[in-house]
């Protein structure tokens, strides 16, 4: 498989150019520290160790973690890559300055999960993970539990996991079972059994932080009884140092269908030590603010996993040579034209890019509501970003990542039958990305947040706000006729889709009123559509951005003419899905519900 290089000019350009982030930092605390030197200066940093010390490890990573009476081993090289990144201070960029971190924007941080999530996606999870804790513990967590955990896992020398699965419930957390029983000393006994928990158990760190839900003996039934608990893997000693062994085990690790490199743990608490995070029963409100810093990681891993098979398929389709030009010999001096001279090859490769280059644009634009959200100066900035973000987050996750399967599987389609041999690396990003349309929640999951809960319950205002956003950028094409002809159709495109989204939305909350069961039939189109629409705004801006740079003479002109290039290819050849799913949302619900549950008994 050819080297990966991390595409850093597209960082560049997101950030100080097409969504102008210097903006929004003004109303960050910590922001004016990330200038766009600053930003290139820590960017082409990420990128030299996300080239050198990640990527050579990916494939070779594949070859997973392994299981001995409890100890995990992590694949050759995966340790001292994570001594270098800890020694260089990556895990530390924005964390709390009180508590060793550097109190940079949050977004800065999520752009260097991308590009070390397409170096090497199971090695990136394991600090990837641990961001997560810290957003929790730094919402919720007492002075004392911030002043024991929080530096460490900030410095990096102890990573975080979330514990949430059970193997009786998933996304269903009402039906946990895990106890968690008080303590005369003002901790908790814990007992239960957790599944699928990424990075749940490794070698690379000298502790890990459980962050666990689990229910009290009091706790009111359903999810309204959980309770979120810290549960180390060693318990602290006073100087802060690892103590003793807490009753945390790790039963096996899953045998999974990729990201083979990192240790997905089956953990047994049996009476762990646990200390209480925020309120009692109130568990499932705190680990939101986790789920919300996940959910966006996650979606940044379609963008990843977009990029990085774009970049093996398109230097194979440059060098594979396969039959002639449908439209004339491109290669004269070879027995056969090179495969990209071929239409679906290219449809293939400009598909990958579009995906890779708009779902990082959709990232990048949400993660500013991340940095107000954590650090805005006035808490109307705050609690608005919140709401922003709620709305931003499961469109990311559910869209995005299915888009990055769909990405990796080109990969393995322009290889042809190459693409199923395993030395080529393309059917291990395929398999890599499946995972991330699954947890999280799936996008099934995702769906009836985003209609439910963000949408219908929300009273259509985060729809309209995120809509208005979309027209008023739009006017300033068409009505007040800035920018080119090619501005001024994209503009009108986004102006008919953003109507279309917000009809959407009605016609779903009517189908709802007669029939409750057409919500759940018309979600994930619903979020496919929101998706599509989300993506083509950032390639309008990336795109009017683009053609002014241009016009003006400045930036890199092939740079820009390819960014135009791939916008236009979205708009023409990739937004026309968004009809199929607008027409599939008002289908006939009785071809989906008529038919009684026996009729899917395949025995």
Known sequence: MSDF??????YLFLFNDALDMQANYQNVEGGEEATPDMLEAIFTEAAKFSDIELAPLYQSGDIGCTWDDG?????????EAYAKYIEAGWTSLSGSPEMGGQGLPSS????INEMITSANWAWAMYPGLSEGAIATLEDHGTDEQKQTYLTKLIGGSWSGTMCLTEPHCGTDLGQMKTKAVPNKDGSYKVNGTKIFISAGEHDLTDNIVHIVLAKLPDAPAGTKGISLFIIPKFLPAEDGSVGERNGVRCGSIEHKMGIHGNGTAVLNFDDATGFLIGEPHDG??????????ARIGTASQGSAAAERSYQGASKYARERLAMRSLSGVKNPDGPADPIVSHPDVRRMLLTQRAIAEGGRAMVTYASQFADLYVGGKTQQSRDEAEE???FCTPILKGFITELGVVAANHGVQVFGGHGYIKEWGME????????????????????LDLVGRKVLLDRFKQ????????????????????GSKADRKQAWTLTKLALKWRFLGYRLAMQGKKNPDAVGAGSVDFLMFSGYAFMAFMWAKMSTVARAQIKAGEGDKKFLEEKLHTAAFFFER??????VHAKTIGANLDSVMAMPVDYFDAS
């Open 428 to 447: 291990q990003i395929l398999r890599d990305s499946r995972i991330a349309t699954l947890y999280e929640g799936t996008t099934g999951i995702q769906a």
């Open 388 to 390: 922003r973000l709620g």
């Open 71 to 79: 100890v995990v081993t992590t694949p050759a090289g995966f340790k």
């Open 5 to 10: 290089k991390v595409p850093l000019q597209d």
């Open 108 to 111: 800065i941080s999520s752009a």
């Open 284 to 293: 499932l409100s705190a680990m939101f603010t986790y789920m919300n810093v």
């Open 463 to 482: 729809l309209k706000i995120f809509t208005g956003e979309m027209l008023s950028f739009a006017a300033q094409s068409l009505v007040w006729r800035k």
């Open 574 to 579: 990739m937004l026309p899905q968004a009809d």
